[in-house]
């Protein structure tokens, strides 16, 4: 499938948005790109959707790119291989592949990443890897997988389909074990109430983040919260 443009004036002081869909970046995956209608260098966001790295697809996040896109960002939203078909390192592989995709754009200056859950894990893995990465927002990601193996029945089938049954090798697969100083900037954002993503996950990563709690909500956030923590997001973003 080709990538075709469409021009969409969206709101009056955003003016208008470029957006271009299914653009082939590594291999089959695919990303969507919303742009900004002016000029000049700007910089990106990576979104990273959730699924348990075994399902999911870029198509969530429409509106969230058009936020982003109206507070001047480029917007990226990728599809990755995914674990039904395809185990790990196969989806950091292809969210490294779509960060030196966007970097050869020239319209695009900083790059930041931003991912729910498993998307969220992929985030930190990348950004923890990639030197160059701006900053990441984490938006209640896996950082231990052996603990989250231990405190997550329903993920552990999950686990051990992406990861593999050696529970030696989930620790080389977990943000904690990147931990330093050299780590670009991390905002987290975590439910109390999570049970499929322990709150204890975003302790994991101690005082390399900044970390915003939302008591008593669960995995995913409600509505409300959930495009409030990406308007937060952006705000970081804008901040670094």
Known sequence: MKAFLLILAFSFSAGAVVIRKDITYSGEQKL???????????????????????YGSKDGFHEILLAAVAKDFISLAINYRLSVNHPWPAQLEDVLA????ARKD????????????????????????????????????????????????????????????DSSKWNEASPVKYLGESLPPIL????????????????????HHELITITGEGHGLTP?????????????????
Do not use: C
Not at 224 to 240: I, K, P, Y
């Open 98 to 101: 779509a960060i030196a995709w």
């Open 188 to 207: 987290t954002i975590h439910g109390t109430a999570d049970t499929i993503v322990p709150y204890s996950q975003a302790l994991q990563l101690g005082s």
């Open 106 to 165: 020239s319209s695009i200056g900083k790059i930041f990443l931003a991912g729910e859950s498993a998307g969220a894990h992929l985030a930190l893995m990348a950004g923890m890897q990639d030197e160059n990465i701006s900053g990441i927002l984490n938006l209640y990601g896996p950082t231990n997988l052996s603990l989250l193996y231990e405190t997550s029945p329903d993920l552990q089938d999950l686990i051990v389909l992406t990861f593999g049954k």
């Open 224 to 240: 409300d919260s959930r495009r409030t923590a990406f308007e937060n997001g952006f705000q970081f973003f804008l901040n670094l």
């Open 32 to 54: 969507d790109m919303y742009s900004p209608d002016r000029p000049g260098k700007k910089s990106a966001i990576i979104f990273l959707h959730g699924g348990g790295w075994a």
